[in-house]
């Protein structure tokens, strides 16, 4: 066994230790996909994460990470990574957002029930800059989460990923709570692949192309350049019907209303373009030079909530549709008076079609009194219903050399020294929608401005084995990093967030659903941090093996942290072996976070509003309860077991997360005339229209707990090769401490929305000219929410879906592939409305026009079918 372990270490030991390098083994969660004739069975597969000494054998892991290789992940319909990633790790959950901002265009995810920025991302073991993306809606879990976009990252750039399920802020600093992401790219010097795809949903929309390459090329003869690149396209897709107040104007022919008026689905992406570059050169031979990066683009257009055309407010009406909402033009009253236009008829009822009232008839006619008057039916008779969408761009550049020490005390040693820059741009637009305050002259589409993500990162790392007698070396590492984070807004047009000459008339300010930023609230948030590490590992003997890290932080707004970690295995007998580890950790609140001001148009009580978010150290946020962010403190442990004998291989871990001071938005807390005159004085934009004011806070702990079960099973079957793989997750977060700044509500999205059991089996089969899976997933009980409103929250019942794929090898270098996700179309969960003042009764009325809880863990838009080509070379 020592001897073995020994050979193993030597062999690969200078490719693994790198500055960011995690390094443990994994278990598998899939095997990958792989031709008959030149495939070994068994095969280990080995991961750069989870500590800096050289790897170990499977069973030999002192913590718990899943390895998905690449060609697992090109094995399912959809194109977008978290689908992908979703589909084989349990504890990762994705939401489809529809209706949620900014959330709609860069989907935050979640693994083991925590938010998007408590998982750390890496790409070849180097920390992943951060979208410019706040998921200002995100759903209750990721209220203000600003992770990176993992989606820019295309399968085919990949070798594998590495999912490494443990606390590891100790290792590698913020955002390493729930766990780590690696992305390791294709390092291949020849071959390649091409290969297009087409799909869509059993529904008829979603129509989704892709197209996509990988080629790996000599770089001198000591060298590689593997390039990749990914294209696609996908259509929008409906879920929904037609919302009863946009029915009766239709019904009362009223003009221009659309069907469906608003729309809940996955939101139009055009143009998404991916490249992602890979290089290595050897320089000598004890040291060598990396290179990789990417440029990346798309733009997203997805719905927004439809605007009653009588009682959407600062438009339409400002007392609930009673009136409607009349401008003086010229502000004079010149001895014309606009009337007084009643929705209501003398019994009190609706009327719904405003061209039949006469006092509107005089506002609508061409007279001196008509030309003085105006109301927004005249150009907007049927309401309207805003699209936005965003540009997002993202580019990366990473350059380093590593190598070994050839002399001195750390002979035979190794360092990574390391520089990479990485951007985010999210820039805006919102389309049919107007500035009220603006009148007849507004226009229709809106640029609201931009937000920027920069960052920089500098490491050095130098790793050396020590012999102190014990079964093998010890294994002493340490490092620096010095960190730079910039958060940038840039003011939209001006006709997005001007204050027009009907503002003091009551009609809304700026680009209504999402006004522009203002010259006031944009400008540069910048913030540095230094680190030092050390991280240790001691073979006791050949059995038993302990970890241990302490990492310092230093940062130039809060102040510094310390944080340690602790992880051991112990092999009980030769098949079955104990594991845990105990850590402390934390999650610094971003720069976004702590300075970003911006206007969200959310339901409150079912009800329409205009929601200011500003920086927590504004005076209002402070009336409010605001304070300046601190970092999120955390402990965690696991304790697991590993069991492998012969074919089959089984792990078990038990986790539990304590969080406290967590960073979120606040609940959305309501004005007083009083604070609307103090965000006035402090220069808050389009105060008149917002009702309710946020701030990011560190409001309340929490305890997250669960169970990862995995396990596989290969055997000869059929006249081929069939790998059987289970994986489980039970996850249970439990709200521990809270105030009102967090809300009853927001509690129960954090511990009811995800469901606490999910899991998938799946067989995969391999022959010579076929191969193919069939996975089933299961869905536990969660929390059904329609349009973040606590009257529409169900729990709903378990659920089940399948995907399948079928693989035919037409030549050595052709292969064609027909798949489905949810082959059975499962639908989610359907939406549930109640009558005003019960609990109990249902209705088919649906107030918002959604028939699914969009809080569905396998998405509302059903089954997807697909086929695909690809040409390896």
Known sequence: MKLQRCKLRSAIKFAISTTAAITTIASFNALADAREDGAQKDIEKIAVVGSRAAPRSVGESPVPIDIIGGDELSKAGGDDMLELLKGSVPSLNVHANPISDAASLVRPANLRGLPADSTLILLNGKRRHRSSVIAFLGGGINDGAQGPDISVIPSIALKQVEVLRDGAAAQYGSDAIAGVLNFVLKDASEGGSFSVKQGEYYEGDGDTTTIEGNIGLPFTDQGFANLSFQYKEADPTSRSVQRPDAQRFIDANVEGVRNPAQIWGAPEIKDDITLFGNVGLELSNSSEFYMFGNYSERDVKGGFYYRNPQTRPQVYSNDGGATLLVGDLDGLDNGITCPTVNLRDSDGNQIYNVATIAAYQQIAADTE???????????????????????????????????????????????????????????????????????????????????????????????????????????????????????????GDEASFIAGPLTQQGFGIGSNGFPGFQPSAAGEFTRRNYAAYVDIETPFTDDFLMGWALRFEDYDSFGSTTNFKIMGQYQLTDDLSVRGSVSTGFRAPTVGQANVSNVQTNLSSGVLVDSALLPPTNPVSEILGGTELQPEESESYTLGFVYQTGDLFLTIDYYNIQVEDRLSQSDKINLTPEQKEALKADGVPNVDSIAQVSFFTNDFDTTTQGVDVVANYSMDLLGGFATFSMAYNWNETTVDKFSAITGDFKVKRLENDLPQHRATYTWSQQWEEFSGFIRYNYFGEYQGVHVDYDATAIMADPTFTFDAELTYYATENISLTVGANNIFDQDAEEVIDFYEGTNTEKTAKNTWGGVYYETSPFGINGGYYYVKATYTF
């Open 369 to 491: 009194l008509g030309r003085n008057c105006f109301a927004f039916n005249e150009i907007l008779p049927g309401g309207f219903t805003p699209n936005f969408g965003g540009n997002i761009t993202d580019t990366s550049l990473t350059i380093g050399t590593k190598g070994e020490f050839t002399d001195g005390f750390l002979e035979g040693g190794f360092y990574d020294l390391s520089g990479s820059v990485g951007r985010n741009e999210s820039r805006y637009f919102i389309t049919n929608t107007v500035n009220a305050s603006l009148g007849a002259e507004t226009p229709m589409e809106f640029s609201p401005g931009k937000y920027i993500q920069l960052e920089k990162n500098f490491n050095f790392d130098v790793s050396k084995g020590f012999d102190f007698g014990l079964a093998y070396e010890v294994n002493v590492a340490t490092g620096l990093e010095w960190h730079e984070e910039t958060f940038e807004v840039i003011a």
